[in-house]
Structure formats: C-alpha cells, structure tokens
C-alpha cells in the first residue's frame, strides 16, 4: 500500500475513534444509527434521538401542546418540555437527565433519557425481572441524628413511625420485611447499604421526612439513584463513577415512579416528582433502592399532617401499595 493511503486510512481510523469518544462531536446535522436502532444526532456533544420516531416505536403519537411535547396512547402519556429538565409521565413529575431539544420544528430526547426513563416507563420486559421476597426498610437518621426539625417533631422519630407502619403492612402482605432500625438509636449510612447487601434484600425503601428555609415549600418526592454518565436532580455535574447500586438503576428508577405514582394520589400532596441523586443508600446498595421525603417538617400545615396517625398510616399504605404496583408489573413483564 502507498505511503500516502496508508497515511490516509490512519486519519480516518483516528478520526472514528475520536468521534465514538465525543472528542471530535459530529456536527448536529448528522444523523447515524446506534444499538437503539434510532437515527440519532449529536447535540452540544450528547447523542439526541428524534421524539417521532421513539413514539412511532412505541405505537403512539407525538404532538405539541402550547410549550410543550405530548407524547401519548392508550392510558399513556409522557411530556417533554424544550431546555427543561422537567416533565411527566401519566401526570407524574418526572426530573430528566438532559433537556429536550427542539430542532427545525421537530423534538429529540437525549438517548440517556430514552434508556433512563422512557424504555423503562414504557417496556417494563426492559427491567430486571427480580423476584420481591425480602424487604429491608430504613427509617432515616436517629440517635443523636436528629434529622430535620420542626415545631413539634423531628425527623428521626417520624422517619421510624412510618417504618414500623410499613413493615406492619408489607408483613401482611406475604413480604419477609426487616427494618435498619427499630428504635433511637444511629446508624451509619454506609451500615445501612451494607445491611441491605448482607441479607440479599430484594428492595431497599428509605423512609425520610424533608426541610427547607422557605417554610412555604411543600410536597412529596422520590429519589432513585442518578444512572452513571448523567447529572443529579438539581445538577449539571456528569459522573461515570461505579457503584454497586448501577446494575439495579432503572429498576430502581421503575420502584420509584410506583411508589410516587400512588403517594400522590392517596395523599394528594404537592408531586414534586421521581428525582435523581447519588446518596449513599442509594449508590451503595445492589438491589433496587428508594429514598422517600413524605412531606416537609418545615411547612407548619405538612408537619401537623405528618404527626398524625392516621396520615402516617396512608403515607405506609401508599409506599407499600407502590411497592406490590412495581412486583406485579414485573411479575406481568415475564
């Protein structure tokens, strides 16, 4: 072979591998075909599909709605809205990976999304098909851990309220239910995921009460663990870190998105949405794993709600309810 086409199929190999890395993106005009099957472009240096296609995929229809995407079907219905992280799926709040892109008339979804949120929300058979045997819950904080205070409560004593609420229910429920703790006493985070691993538990459910300055704010919200290579709720930061908690993420995002599902509607509450973060609970645990903020002891009307028996017992209902939602779809998926 010349020298010169030996120089020029060395270029070209180089370039590929560049490409593939996002080291030299390809101009957003591009379109190419990945394991997805979707032509796909790249958009600010992150490979984006085109909203049509993923809805034609899924035998549904895609139209825009006022600033917003709608992308619907049969009791189905998933929303997009353009440079927001924000959106919902059957009238759940749901926080994206990466904004929506509006293109030329026309809507893209970063591939992150579609395998992070909508394949999972829309092809169940998607997920891990895991049996539900063993449940471990996990009141927040305790002992000289207060938690979150608010005029009456702290969130170490309602955390376990509702635990022992949960574990009541689920136990009735056929499930083999241990608790992180059953009194005032602390643990610490890294125990917590450690005790879930040694006992093989099927789900982890992490039962928290939220705070924030402006007593105002209120509502309930779920977080699962962030999928590697995408930012946090609230974050623009990207990491590919490795956790245990990486090989059960989009069930984990699926237990998420029941239990929210169900909370919202029992209680009515503010849906502050299925949210993402890489807390230690959640990262360092090999099954799927939830965090639960039931409410905020900071907002003077939730906190008295929260100390109420008959309201922790609908907050217990309802997790445990999402919970049997989320084994069943998968029991279904087989």
């Known amino acids: ?3 010169d086409s030996r120089k020029r199929l060395f270029i070209a190999i180089l370039l590929v591998l560049f490409i593939n890395l996002g080291i030299f993106p390809l101009p957003e005009a591009y379109a190419a075909k990945d394991r997805s099957g979707f032509d796909y472009r790249i958009v600010s240096g992150r490979k984006y599909y085109r909203a049509f296609d993923i809805a034609r995929y899924y035998r549904m229809r895609l139209r825009k709605v006022g600033s917003y995407y709608e992308m619907y079907g049969a009791n189905t219905r998933m929303v997009f809205t353009p440079d927001k992280r924000y959106g919902s799926f059957n009238y759940i709040s749901l926080n994206y990976d990466f904004v929506p892109v509006e293109q030329n008339g026309e809507l893209y979804i970063s591939s992150a999304d579609f395998f992070n949120h909508v394949q999972v929300l829309l092809n169940v058979r998607s997920l891990n098909p895991v049996g539900v045997k063993t449940i471990l819950i996990d009141p927040g904080h305790g002992g000289n851990d207060r938690g979150a ?11 376990l309220q509702v635990a022992k609420r949960l574990h009541r229910i689920l136990s009735k429920m056929g499930y083999r239910v241990l608790m992180t703790r059953v009194n005032d006493r602390k643990i610490e985070l890294s125990d917590r995921a450690r005790a879930s691993n040694s006992i093989k538990a099927d789900l982890f459910i992490s039962i928290h009460m939220n705070a924030a300055t402006n007593r105002a704010v209120h509502g309930i919200e779920t977080f699962s663990l962030t999928a590697p290579g995408s930012p946090s709720s609230g974050s623009k930061a990207v990491q590919y870190n490795k956790y245990p908690g990486n090989n059960a993420v989009n069930n984990s995002m699926f237990l998420a998105w029941n239990v929210q599902n169900i909370l919202v509607r029992s ?6 949405g299925v949210k993402h973060a890489r807390f230690v609970v959640l990262r360092e645990t090999r099954c799927p794993s939830i ?9 003077r009307n939730e906190e008295r709600n929260l100390g109420l028996a008959m309201y922790q017992e609908k907050l217990a209902q309802s997790i445990a309810l999402g919970i049997y939602q989320y084994h069943r779809s998968l029991r279904q998926s087989r």
Do not use: H, Q
Request: with cysteine; aromatic share 6%; proline share 3%.
């Open 149 to 159: 205070a608010g005029m009456s409560y702290t969130e170490k004593a309602l955390t």
């Open 267 to 272: 209680t009515r509450a503010v849906d502050r």
């Open 291 to 299: 965090l639960v903020e039931c409410g905020f002891i900071s907002n």
């Open 1 to 3: 072979m010349p020298v």
